[in-house]
């Protein structure tokens, strides 16, 4: 903290937690005291979202660049290349074969498989990957949409395990995030960490029950529920269609947890460092009974 940091790169929930401590230590109230000529943090690991003005009032310098890259254990994939644009170019010459499974098809005995010559965008594909290092025909865990073919460019819709599809709503981890920035926008709230699951009330209709620790409390918590809703509504009409005159999806049902809860969660669950973050969607309760048990 007493270099001339430049830039930093990381998952942005780890990030900040680091970037506080450093806050604390050198009695600073914005990064741009302590690093002065910082111009560049490159995020990935989870959506960027949900943090993004956290982070630009924590640095508080228009100097900062925001570079998303989409990488793993298994190979580096994408990057955003445009600043302008949210999505990434997908990275075709660092040994790495691509085909991608509809998400639909995830776990079939025999699926559709697909090579980037007959992808379609908009549409979730689970990523497989075989490698020059060894691997073959992988399934990483990712979903993506393809934005463009033209060059290849792509967003990181979710994880193939994350998403909400009980009574038909198909919602993924990028409906959620944006609707929860817009609702963040419209309400001046900041969110540290969320989780969402499924809430049955019979076979037929039930709800979404949302766990979120805010950074800043939204103005008002009641028209912040509401626009968290229509937002979502906008953005997956899938989910709108369930949430019709509340015939199938009642609306949601939002829990604040105080500071340090999902934190806390990590830890009690030996999962403190940036290979672990918090599960955003589940079609089970385990995640949300589990983190709502650490918050009393």
């Not at 463009?148 to 193939?160: K, L």
């Not at 969660?265 to 995640?287: A, C, I, T, Y």
């Amino acid at each position: 903290m007493n270099e001339n940091v430049t830039s930093l790169a990381g998952v942005p929930s780890w990030m900040l937690v680091l970037l506080k401590k450093v806050l604390e230590l050198k009695r600073a109230s914005t990064i741009k005291e302590v690093w002065p000529n910082l111009e560049v943090y490159f995020h990935g690991g989870v959506s960027f979202t949900p943090y993004k003005e956290q982070f630009k009032k924590l640095f508080d310098s228009d100097k900062t660049n925001y570079v998303q890259l989409y990488s793993a254990s298994e190979g580096f994939f994408g990057i955003q290349d445009l600043p302008e644009r949210k999505d990434m170019l997908l990275m075709l010459d660092y040994g790495i074969f691509y085909e991608f499974i509809p998400l639909e098809d995830v776990g079939l005995e025999n699926p559709r498989i697909y090579n980037l010559s007959e992808i379609k965008t908009g549409m979730n594909y689970a990523m497989v990957i075989t490698t020059n290092a060894g691997l073959w025909r992988y399934q990483i865990g990712d979903t993506i949409q393809f934005t463009d073919t033209n060059p290849y460019r792509i967003i990181v819709s979710g994880r193939t395990k994350h998403f909400i599809n009980v009574f038909g709503e198909e919602v993924m981890v990028h409906n959620t995030d944006q609707a929860l920035l817009k609702a963040c926008e419209k309400t001046k709230a900041m969110v540290t960490d969320y989780t969402v699951a499924p809430i049955f009330m019979n076979e037929t209709s039930g709800s979404h029950e949302w766990l979120i620790e805010f950074e800043k409390e939204p103005d008002n918590f009641e028209y912040f529920v509401n626009e968290l809703d229509a937002s979502l509504q906008q953005l997956n009409s899938d989910y709108e269609a369930k949430r019709f005159n509340d015939y199938i999806l009642k609306s949601p049902v939002v829990k604040l947890l105080p500071k340090g809860s999902f934190y806390n969660w990590l830890k009690s669950n030996n999962r403190l460092g940036g290979q672990f973050k918090v599960p955003r969607l589940n079609n089970g309760r385990e995640f949300v009974d589990s983190i709502s048990k650490a918050a009393l």
